[in-house]
T-cell receptor
Framework: EDKVVQSPLSLVVHEGDTVTLNCSYEVTNFRSLLWYKQEKKAPTFLFMLTSSGIEKKSGRLSSILDKKELSSILNITATQTGDSAIYLCAGGWGSQGNLIFGKGTKLSVKP | NAGVMQNPRHLVRRRGQEARLRCSPMKGHSHVYWYRQLPEEGLKFMVYLQKENIIDESGMPKERFSAEFPKEGPSILRIQQVVRGDSAAYFC???????????FGPGTRLLVL
């Protein structure tokens, strides 16, 4: 059965800290790994990773995929209180094109 | 450029009633996915539709749940004879093509009393 596991499940840091969120996957038809940020409402898209070893960057966020280890990490540097959210990792693609999600990492950034 | 729209945002139903959840995909997107999220759980896939066709409904309960995406109008997820266990957040996502980035709507929070 396809599954995606994220760790840690929750994390509390102080503003300015750097955090690393982990995601491992076992997805039969794997082609891409996606990261989303979920605050109170819609998950918002962060990154889609398809190639191993190539870092994607957006501001203070960056992510990389390791196909050999079947894993990905999401780094956030110089965290701010606005980074507080649940970060979801998803493996693509399920049997016909759906995403398989992990349970998420709940990040709390204290002032 | 409107994103994925869902309505209603909140829905309260009594046991045995019907719930209808609507989703309008982003402009130019013809692929729609429905996911359910329970508290402290990740998003679980329910059904994948393309205009007028159900592509994959393997994640949807066989009883009481149905989905459609007509030629005109929004996609609808219908839950008949709701039970307390149906209480959850239901998210819709859309993509322009199969196996491309999915963009999510704000969700419908269903509460069954």
């Amino acid at each position: 059965e396809d599954k995606v596991v994220q760790s840690p499940l929750s994390l509390v840091v102080h503003e300015g800290d750097t955090v690393t969120l982990n995601c491992s996957y076992e997805v039969t038809n794997f082609r891409s790994l996606l990261w989303y940020k979920q605050e109170k409402k819609a998950p918002t898209f962060l990154f889609m990773l398809t190639s191993s070893g190539i870092e994607k960057k957006s501001g203070r966020l960056s992510s990389i995929l390791d196909k050999k280890e079947l894993s990905s990490i999401l780094n956030i540097t110089a965290t701010q209180t606005g980074d507080s959210a649940i970060y979801l990792c998803a493996g693509g693609w399920g049997s016909q094109g759906n995403l398989i999600f992990g349970k998420g990492t709940k990040l709390s950034v204290k002032p | 450029n409107a994103g994925v729209m869902q309505n209603p945002r909140h829905l309260v139903r009594r046991r045995g009633q019907e719930a209808r959840l609507r989703c309008s995909p982003m402009k130019g997107h013809s692929h729609v996915y429905w996911y359910r999220q329970l508290p402290e759980e990740g998003l679980k896939f329910m059904v994948y539709l393309q205009k007028e066709n159900i592509i994959d409904e393997s994640g949807m309960p066989k009883e009481r749940f149905s989905a459609e995406f007509p030629k005109e109008g929004p996609s609808i997820l219908r839950i008949q004879q709701v039970v307390r266990g149906d209480s959850a957040a239901y998210f819709c996502a859309s993509s322009p093509r199969r196996q491309e980035t999915q963009y999510f709507g704000p969700g419908t929070r269903l509460l069954v009393l």
